[in-house]
């Protein structure tokens, strides 16, 4: 691919995530990709890729990205976001929390002939759990 065809990719990648179209988002990896996601572990397959993808929309109705820049160098692209949204749905088995929620994020990426192959997700899932409510932070002892 070129840096071109790259940089449309995620392009519309980000307007997939504005319109929360999981159909898109996973169509956009090859039918045999891998993700290593913190949410949902080792995903093999465009099916599981969507299924996790449509676990944050419906939990997170209004889930948008805030900031999104990407850094390609040869096949991969490096990927940080911020995400910003409210609990209004069943995440994972919890029930909507109704609170707001922000999470960055890094997605690194290995592409091959114009669609993702390879993708680690990196974010702290436990700051997302503090923040819906499941989890309590103890203050730190100085």
């Keep these: 691919m070129t840096r071109e065809e790259m940089t449309a990719l995620f392009t519309r990648r980000e307007a997939a995530w504005r319109a929360h179209d999981a159909v898109a988002l996973a169509a956009d990896h090859t039918p045999d990709a891998v993700v290593i996601s913190p949410t949902g572990g080792v995903l093999e397959g465009r099916d599981e890729i969507q299924r996790i993808y449509q676990i944050w929309f419906t939990a997170f109705p209004d889930l948008r990205p805030d900031e999104y820049d990407f850094l390609i160098d040869g096949d991969r692209v490096a990927l940080i976001m911020t995400v910003s949204g409210s609990h209004a749905g069943d995440f994972f088995g919890l029930p909507a929390s109704g609170r707001r929620v922000q999470a960055v994020c890094a997605f690194m990426y290995t592409l091959k ?27 730190a002892v100085g």
Excluded: N, S
């Excluded at 114009?114 to 989890?135: K, N, P, Y």
């Design 113 to 139: 002939d114009g669609a993702i192959v390879h993708e680690r997700r990196i974010l702290d899932f436990t700051g997302v759990l503090i923040q819906v409510g499941v989890l309590r932070a103890k203050p």
